[in-house]
């Protein structure tokens, strides 16, 4: 991470997040249990950051980011925006904020309106918070269709005309359409062939550089984030249990987990060389295990790890891990 980067206030800070979700039975419906999607993550994005989100499938990756989007009430916890707490804003003010705040989502069809032409799609943000009148809308979907690498061409055709690709980068000039500070890309580029993934990582860095984007970059794919993100958080079962600079986590990780998930990065030449395959299932985020959450799957857990859960500590400099043997393994 760029000094610069380092020393810029906090965009977003999270702090003690939960969110649950009840499970409900019985005939009056009554709450049994919870689904702790999100239990107590607290991290923070900084301007012109970009941030990685990484862990399995089921982890609560996209639940923080519908929680911060403010799509799924939070159980407890806090989300700031530019010192401005997101989860108690009134609805109004919320609306003004989410100028700065936009998403990229995985599916690029189904997020786009099957019904809207690219133009509609790109400028309807654009119209709804009065920044254009409907004289300009031609003008500004041309300029962000220039942004994304599309032509103009493509202002008036559908959704359904378009590749992958194309369809996401509409996807993208609809996000930076309100030059947020801040854009949420959920598996942006999962979804992808390998050959139009490298192109839209380029170019998402590329609108990073021009208008200072910061980027919460949630994907499984490691060794993407490794080439997109200044840091990477690991989430396991709804916690964070490493976060620190890209290429610490990536040469040099120490949470066995994000060992686990750095050992599943293909290397050219090298078949499962070194590769740590995890025993047993992900448990129920419904009723997570005692103590560490990772130790039913964990070769070095000790009856210790059992019983105390365990809190992110300092183990070099920005670089944290949620692990009682950090300094032994």
């Keep these: 991470m760029s000094n610069a980067v380092a020393t810029s206030p906090a965009l977003l800070k999270i702090t003690d997040l939960k969110t649950w979700f009840p499970i409900r039975r019985g005939v009056f419906s009554r709450t049994v249990a919870h689904v702790r999607a999100v239990d107590g993550v607290s991290l923070e994005i900084r301007e012109g950051e970009t941030l990685g989100l990484v862990g399995e499938s089921g982890c609560g990756k996209t639940t923080l980011a519908r929680s911060i989007l403010g799509l799924d009430p939070i159980q407890s916890g806090s989300i700031a925006f530019e010192g401005q707490a997101l989860h108690t804003m009134r609805s109004e003010d919320l609306r003004r904020m989410r100028r700065d705040l936009q998403v990229i989502f995985q599916d690029p069809f189904s997020s786009l309106n099957p019904r809207m032409t690219v133009i509609d799609i790109i ?3 654009l119209i709804v918070h009065g920044l254009i009148g409907n004289a300009d809308r031609e003008t500004a979907a041309i300029e962000l269709l220039n942004d994304v690498g599309l032509g103009h061409d493509s202002l008036h055709r559908y959704p359904h005309e378009f590749s992958g690709g194309q369809r996401q980068r509409i996807g993208v000039a609809r996000a930076i359409a309100l030059k947020p500070k801040l854009i949420l890309c959920d ?7 390998v050959s139009v993934q490298a192109q839209v990582v380029n170019l998402l860095m590329d609108l990073r ?10 994907s499984h794919d490691l060794s993407v984030v490794r080439h997109v993100c200044d840091r990477i958080a690991v989430m396991y079962l709804g916690e964070l249990v490493e976060i620190g600079p890209a290429e610490a986590i990536i ?10 998930l750095v050992s599943a990065i293909p290397q050219v030449g090298v078949e499962g060389k070194g590769r740590i395959v995890l025993t047993g299932d992900v448990p129920s985020p419904a009723s997570p295990p005692p103590g560490c959450r990772f130790h039913t799957r964990c070769a070095h857990a000790l009856d210790a790890c059992r019983q105390s859960e365990q809190a992110l500590k300092d183990v070099a400099r920005a670089h944290q891990v949620a692990c009682m043997r950090v300094d032994e393994l």
């Design 123 to 125: 400028t309807e943000a």
């Design 187 to 193: 598996e942006a580029v999962s979804a992808l062939d």
């Design 209 to 218: 550089e021009k208008y200072n984007l910061a980027y919460l970059f949630i």
């Design 251 to 260: 040469s040099a990780p120490r949470h066995p987990y994000t060992r686990a």
